[in-house]
């Protein structure tokens, strides 16, 4: 049973910083697509940043040149660094994994992602 655990989330003001991790069973870092997803209150869960088993990553539009995934297979962690945070980052952030590495280079939809972490909330004030 993969078990994927986030951490790092919190309140920030908007400019702000926040590093997101997510550590869990080891082979799924080198073999699998893993990404963070977010959902905000009233919205769907949309794919953040995304990242194969050979570290060819993909982020989305709204937080390009700001967010940066990453992965240290050895410690079994993966990463978000997240910068000049804005008031509409604000959300439930959850890490997956999923067996496909085509979904991480194809598209940005949840399904198909098999291990999710519990989340980790950030808050970011105006």
């Known amino acids: 049973q993969v078990q994927l655990v986030e951490s790092g989330g919190g309140s920030v003001q908007a400019g702000g910083s926040l590093r997101l991790s997510c550590v869990g069973s080891g082979y799924i870092y080198s073999r699998y697509c893993m990404g963070w997803f977010r959902q905000a209150p009233g919205k769907e869960r949309e794919g953040v940043a995304l990242?194969?088993?050979?570290?060819?990553?993909r982020h989305a539009d709204s937080v390009k040149g700001r967010f940066t995934i990453s992965k240290d297979s050895a410690k079994n962690t993966l990463y978000l660094q997240m910068n000049s945070l804005k008031p509409e980052d604000t959300a439930m952030y959850y890490c997956?994994?999923?067996?496909?590495?085509?979904?991480?280079?194809?598209?940005?939809?949840?399904?198909?992602?098999?291990?999710w972490g519990q989340g980790t909330q950030v808050t970011v004030s105006s």
């Open positions: 997956a994994a999923a067996r496909d590495n085509g979904l991480c280079r194809s598209t940005w939809i949840s399904t198909g992602y098999i291990y």
């Open positions: 990242i194969d088993s050979d570290g060819i990553t």
